[in-house]
């Protein structure tokens, strides 16, 4: 059965496949493949990927280490699901793919930073706030990845500022400290990314 | 009066506020009374996971600690975000898979004095609830203003019926119990064939032409199946329809004006709650429009698939609809 | 030490030692082990402690009888390999020296010790562990008699699908009598529904109707159909079986099977049965021309004199006064010696897989539908057409695996569907020219001439793509998907999706144990999978026994299969049948339970618990008994007894004590 | 540590003749290594087990004994391996309130096809046992007597 986030040092001897398995929360099942390419079919952004996640799992197996970590699939994974409860596997796809996300940035192999900042804005967000707080989200995002955008973008955010959807202020919560401390022990027990 | 432990989750604080304040009136009127988390944390939405594992389930577990430590006699969170509510379910689920991933959750809640016993809390989703607590025959007894006339196309999105560790839901591609509840208001509701396909999930933000594709598939299938409006359960579902549809309409050079609210609206709607309390008008793509037909008689061209009934072969009947026909129970 | 010394002093034990060419040796230091039982445990009564190569060779066999006569053994113990494969060889090579077989104990050193373990010395220790518990259990057996029953000619077969129809025919042909039951209206089963069988494209109903009509005609079968067994009593050789005839409400002595009533009947039902839902039957009908029985049956439920208490027009232009509407079920009993199960499989529901849109998108069409489309005789009189009943498809999709080799529905694969499916092209391609795809995870085509098959269907120019379909969809996304349906899959070896526009999608559905398999294992007495097909007793040597002796089964009851398989296993458990009857007796071994009277207190716990309804229980003398030609021998009772009044031959509470004390005995307690 | 990794364990196995005896035989055909700690007793059904042979192995010096059976729904003899279960969970009471850990006594479920899950419960025991020591139940103050009045009661309730 795979293991939660051992330490690096533990896991070194296991091939790439066992490695995401056991980094991989719940009982992945992903040894379990058999390629029959539902995940594939499946998936509404198949088209935007450099391998389905069939292929990526494949590459997995195959021990293609930097080719499946600088694979964008999955960055685009729109965590849907469909693949997962029409898997005749049981694999836990989209939980794969969180985890393969986790060992490209910790290994810098992703490098189109778009998608992995987006992810880290979001996550320094709540670690400020505990909340996520859209609007700084969408402008610090969106100056840095999609300038040309705002223009056109603004009157949606008008749209939304004035009809009271998106708070300029963030809110904190009550207990920062509290949540701030949980998250700095989490790391440290899970140093698995660093 | 029943009693549940209520988990908000940050877009109810803001772009969905008219989800909150719509859903507040229509639990009061079926009875619920719902006890937020005091000083509840983001759930991390899909963001978290993919950048560091253990704080992100350590996140999402703070809440069910602080939400066990002040159960009173309920353990029911209800969380009406899909997000917030696939995360709280699968942290509890995957601590219960995987022991070990408790413990290790359970470590980092030491250092901020709290505990969490996976498996001690049920997390549902508003509709759930709303359909199997509280009954359809409850909801259609609060109607006052039948919503006849009105073409709903339901919308549940995926993290609703998806992965369902539960198995909480009739079915994972085409669930029943939105339809139902919509139909228990009076509307016509259409069988709309995406309505647990994505709306983009976080797209817009990293590849937005991905984005504007399945927001086109979702709006080109509503406007074929004349649907006046779309019934969400999901704050993300909501936001991207709605914020994305002027930028999906350019990149298509399409005209969708499909208004996509939220389904305690239209409950309250029907309830007789007004439209402003309910939030109606903080939409981008008005529902005026299609509020207005509430009332009306419905339109002739009724251009369903089920209602070609032409001389042919017979076709089989559809496994019965009612709600939460899973599995039978296998002893193992 | 709670051992006993010696508690039966005057038994004089041979060991025998087998390295069984190096199996055994290269593991375990077998002289060692003699030689250990020599010194160490003649205070037990062994007398002598031999190695030998090969035991089970002619002469390790002479070795022991050479022993027991010139040493006198009244005990053998052999340590070789599992008792599951020689241990009838040394039981008979002791019953040829004059010692009663059931002296003889084989403890198995080779696969439990030599194959599985690594180092010699543990392995060595073990063996002598091993060895020194059967000494101590075969102390306590006993000599035992095989007991004999005697076996009544007669055999039921259950299901007249072609499997049934092929054991009944074999067993009748070999001048036996056979009850033939089946449920449905005429026998005939699957196969009848067909159009054409793979590999060879024969016509089913071509092939069938003969052996049909032979069964039907057959002196030594009684065929009841319409019928269901109610229950079995009794055991191997002597089982009493209660059929419920149900009421036709059709006299069958009057009836010819004119078919008068039938087109008289002015009720149209969607036969969800025979036609699969893809066509119409009348409220009193025979399933189809060929029928066999020919007489019609009633439907209560639709009939509209049962509704409404009016119409009868049946009676009324039945010219043979054959309708009777007062007629009952009627319960019908005989006695067989033997049964064999072939009560075969149901289709999957395809309804289920939400994302092919079975039963929602109207041109997705099930493997049985199809097989009706494809049939002359049935609702389409042969034309493939879409659900309009006119339109002609210009592109079909045909999907393997459906509800098979998946966890959301069933695990296992169901065999047929490739071959299924690869037909299904070959006739679309055939009657109407269209483009087929076939969408597979992967190409299962073993057995003779199948492979053959697939290439020819490849020549024919059917498209393959190997990926699992995610789903069927009317939503277009491009104006070439308008107006049709749209097969969403990965193409596994491109790596990229694709969406296949067809008008026509077949869903090659997988096979699925009976919806009431369990139930009817139970009231057979046979044990069934926990997916629910029924288990064989070995499924390699064995596969058309079960564990409960006489009852057999043949055909998809006990796994997926094709119509050579199920044919092949019909005749297989006639075979066995066939044997049995004419041995006229059988022994049963003698591993049984029996009630010590004097020590039962009456409680009756026991007799519950019996699976096998085994234990009597005597109102008169307050005593449970048990029959021994009804226990199998599992133990249940002798360990739940609370009075301890249960013995089990062959496996006493003094064998297993024993045994556990000679296993340990290297631990110093 | 060390102490306890030099500790080899002695299982007592029940095993049934129609399914984990032969999934044993199994492993063998298939050359599947496990520890050969484990000593294998024969029965016709999981059924047959009477509680007073598990204590029979645990007065005669065995540290754990491990019962093995058709899995659920499977039984050769239809539904004997629920008592097994039903026992089982008794004598796991009976066994900690007699101060022995519930670990020394395990169930397991093997199919006649079933030799490498076999083998590997087989490993997975051994390895628990080798944590827990050896059962020095004797030194502890149990006496023999309390064995077979033990099992006494199980007997009654067994059924």
């Known amino acids: 059965m795979s293991q939660l986030t051992p330490p690096v040092h533990e896991i070194e001897d296991l091939t790439l496949l066992e490695e995401v398995a056991a980094r991989t929360a719940g009982v992945s099942r992903l040894e379990m493949c058999i390629q029959c390419g539902t995940c594939g079919g499946s998936c509404p952004s198949a088209d935007d990927m450099d391998h389905t996640p069939r292929q990526l799992f494949a590459m997995l197996r195959a021990g293609m280490r930097e080719e499946s970590l600088k694979s964008n699939t999955p960055w685009i994974c729109v965590s849907c699901y469909h693949c997962v409860v029409r898997c005749p596997q ?46 700084g989200l969408a402008t610090r995002h969106y100056l840095k990845h999609f300038p040309l955008r705002l223009p056109g973008m603004a009157s949606m955010g008008i749209g939304l500022l004035t009809k009271q959807r998106m708070a300029i202020k963030p809110t904190r919560i009550k207990n920062m400290k509290q949540l701030t401390d949980i998250l700095d022990r989490a790391k440290e027990l899970g140093a698995t990314h660093e | 009066m029943s009693e549940y432990i209520f988990y908000p989750g940050c877009s109810l604080e803001s772009s969905a506020k008219s989800y909150h304040d719509s859903l507040n009136i229509v639990c009061e009127k079926v009875g619920i009374t719902l006890n937020e988390i005091d000083d509840w944390n983001c759930c991390g939405a899909t963001e978290y996971f993919g950048i560091n594992l253990t704080p992100a389930y350590a996140l999402i577990t703070r809440n069910l600690a602080l939400a066990a430590e002040k159960a009173n006699g309920t353990n029911t969170v209800v969380a009406p975000c899909s997000a917030c509510y696939l995360n709280l379910a699968k942290a509890d689920y995957y601590m219960r898979e995987q022991p070990k991933l408790g413990t290790q959750v359970n470590l980092a809640l030491e250092a901020g004095g709290l505990s969490y016993k996976p498996g001690s809390l049920e997390i549902r989703h508003l509709l759930d609830v709303l359909i199997y607590d509280i009954g359809l025959d409850t909801i259609k007894s609060n ?35 939105l339809d139902l509840l919509l139909e228990a208001l009076g509307a016509e509701v259409i069988d709309f064939p995406l309505k647990t396909h994505c709306c983009g999930g976080h797209m817009p933000h990293i590849g937005p032409e991905t984005a504007y594709e399945m927001l086109h598939r979702l709006l080109t299938s509503a406007d074929e199946h004349k649907a006046d409006i779309m019934a969400t359960v999901c704050p993300m579902c909501q936001m991207n329809v709605d914020a994305y549809q002027g930028e999906t309409n350019q990149y298509f050079g399409t005209n969708h004006k499909m208004p996509i609210v939220f389904f305690t609206q239209l409950i309250g709607l029907a309830f007789g709650a007004t439209p402003k309390e309910l939030g109606f008008g903080s939409e981008l793509v008005s529902a005026k429009k299609a509020l207005a037909k509430i009332g009306t008689a419905p339109p002739k061209t009724k251009k369903t698939r089920k209602s070609k009934k032409k001389a042919g072969l017979p076709m089989p009947q559809p496994l019965p609809t009612g709600i939460r026909i899973n599995e039978e129970e296998v002893i193992r | 030490m709670t051992t006993k010394s010696n508690s039966h002093p005057q038994e004089r034990i041979g060991v025998y030692v087998c390295h069984c060419g190096t199996n055994i040796s290269a593991m375990v230091d077998v002289e060692d082990v003699a030689q250990w039982a020599a010194d160490k445990l003649e205070h037990k009564g062994v007398v002598i402690a031999r190695d030998y190569k090969f035991m089970c060779s002619s002469l390790g066999q002479e070795l022991v009888e050479k022993d027991i006569h010139e040493l006198k053994l009244t005990r053998v113990v052999v340590a070789a390999c599992s008792p599951h494969l020689h241990e009838k060889t040394f039981r008979t090579a002791c019953e040829r020296a004059g010692l009663n077989p059931y002296l003889c104990e084989l403890v198995s050193i080779r696969e439990q010790v030599s194959w599985v373990h690594t180092d010699k010395v543990a392995a060595t220790a073990k063996s002598k562990a091993v060895l020194s518990g059967g000494i101590e259990r075969v102390l306590w057996h006993e000599p035992l008699d095989p007991m004999t029953v005697p076996i009544h000619p007669a055999t039921l077969v259950v299901g007249g699908g072609i499997a049934g129809i092929q054991a009944a025919l074999e067993i009748a042909d070999a001048g036996h009598p056979v009850y033939l039951v089946e449920r449905d209206a005429s026998i005939g089963g699957h196969m009848a529904q067909f159009d054409k069988t793979f590999p060879t494209l024969d016509c089913a109903a071509c092939i069938l109707t003969p052996r049909m009509v032979e069964a039907g005609m057959h002196p030594n079968i009684t065929l009841m159909t319409w019928a269901e067994v109610e229950n079995v009593d009794g055991y191997v050789g002597n089982f009493d079986v209660t059929v419920r005839q149900k009421a036709r409400k059709v006299i069958t002595d009057l009836c010819t099977g004119c078919g008068i009533c039938e087109e008289k009947c002015p009720k149209k039902v969607i036969d969800d049965v025979y036609e699969a839902g893809l066509g119409y039957r009348k409220a009193v009908y025979t399933p189809f021309p060929q029928a066999v029985p020919n007489f019609p049956v009633m439907d209560v439920e639709n009939c509209i004199y049962f509704d409404t208490g009016k119409c009868k027009a049946c009676e009324k232009f039945c010219p043979t006064e054959a309708i009777d509407f007062t007629q009952e079920d009627e319960i019908v009993e005989f006695p067989v010696g033997n049964i064999i199960l072939a009560t075969g499989y149901d289709l999957f529901d395809a309804r289920r897989v939400s994302n092919y849109g079975y039963g929602h998108l109207e041109n997705v069409f099930t493997s049985m539908e199809f097989e009706r489309m494809n049939n002359a005789s049935g609702p389409t009189d042969g034309e493939i057409v879409l659900r309009d009943g006119k339109t002609v498809p210009d592109s079909v999709g045909i999907i393997h695996c459906v509800g098979s080799r998946d966890m959301n529905y069933n695990n296992y694969c169901s065999t047929i569907c490739c071959m299924q499916g690869l037909k299904f092209a070959h006739l679309v391609q055939e009657r109407t020219g269209a483009t087929v795809y076939n969408f597979y995870i992967d190409m299962r085509t073993a057995y003779k001439g199948y492979d053959e098959f697939y290439q020819k269907v490849l020549e024919e120019g059917t498209r393959f793509i190997r990926g699992k379909v995610a789903e069927v969809t009317d939503v277009a996304r491009l104006p070439n998907e308008e107006g049709k349906l749209i097969i969403q899959a990965e193409d596994t070896l491109i790596g990229k999706q694709r969406r296949i526009p067809v008008d026509m999608v077949i869903l090659s559905s997988g096979l699925e144990p009976r919806h009431d398999a369990k139930e009817v294992a139970k009231t057979f007495g046979i044990s069934c999978s926990a997916d629910g097909w029924y288990i064989e007793k070995h499924p390699k040597l064995d596969p058309v026994a079960t564990m409960t002796e006489g009852v057999y089964i043949a055909g998809c009851v006990q796994g997926p299969k094709d119509i050579p398989s199920s044919v092949a296993q019909g005749a297989a458990a006639a075979a066995r049948v066939i044997g049995k009857i004419q041995q006229k007796e059988m022994a049963l071994e003698p591993v049984r339970a029996s009630v010590l009277e004097d020590q039962c207190s009456g409680c009756r716990i026991c007799n519950d618990l019996c699976p096998f309804n085994a234990i009597l229980f005597h109102e008169d003398t307050m005593l449970s008994e048990i029959n021994p030609a009804l226990c199998q021998g599992c133990g249940t009772c002798v360990a739940a007894c609370p009075a301890g009044a249960i013995t089990g031959t062959g496996f006493s509470n003094e064998q297993v004590l024993a045994q556990i004390e000679g296993l340990l005995m290297d631990m110093s307690v | 540590m060390t102490e306890k990794n030099d500790f080899e364990p002695t299982i007592v196995g029940f095993t049934c003749n129609w399914c984990s005896y032969r999934a044993a035989d199994l492993a063998g055909i298939a050359r599947i290594k496990y520890p050969p700690n484990v000593r294998l007793v024969r029965l016709m059904c999981s059924g047959r087990l009477d509680p007073t042979f598990v204590m029979k192995a645990f007065a005669e010096g065995a540290d754990a004994v491990m019962i093995t059976g058709c899995h659920p729904g499977e039984c050769h003899y239809l539904e004997q391996n629920y008592k097994a279960l039903r026992r089982y969970l008794l004598l796991r009471r009976t066994l ?24 590997r419960e087989i490993t997975e025991m051994v390895e628990r046992v080798r944590t827990l020591g050896p059962l020095n139940w004797h030194l502890n103050g149990s006496q023999p007597e309390v064995v077979s009045e033990a099992a006494i009661e199980l007997e009654e309730v067994a059924a």
């Open chain 1, 90 to 135: 049981n694999v836990h796809i989209t939980d794969v793919m969180y985890t393969i996300k986790g060992m490209a940035v910790s290994s810098s192999m992703y490098e189109s930073g778009t998608a992995s900042e987006f992810s880290q804005t979001f996550v320094d967000m709540i670690e400020n706030y505990g909340r996520s707080f859209e609007f």
């Open chain 2, 143 to 177: 109607v006052v203003r039948p919503l006849t006339g009105l073409r709903v196309a339901p919308y549940l999105g995926c993290m609703v019926p998806r992965p369902d560790y539960e198995k909480r839901w009739s079915d994972h591609e085409h669930p029943v119990e």
């Open chain 4, 96 to 119: 900690v309130a007699m101060g022995i850990e519930a670990e020394r006594l395990h169930l397991a479920w093997a199919s006649a096809a079933e030799g490498i899950q076999l083998a």
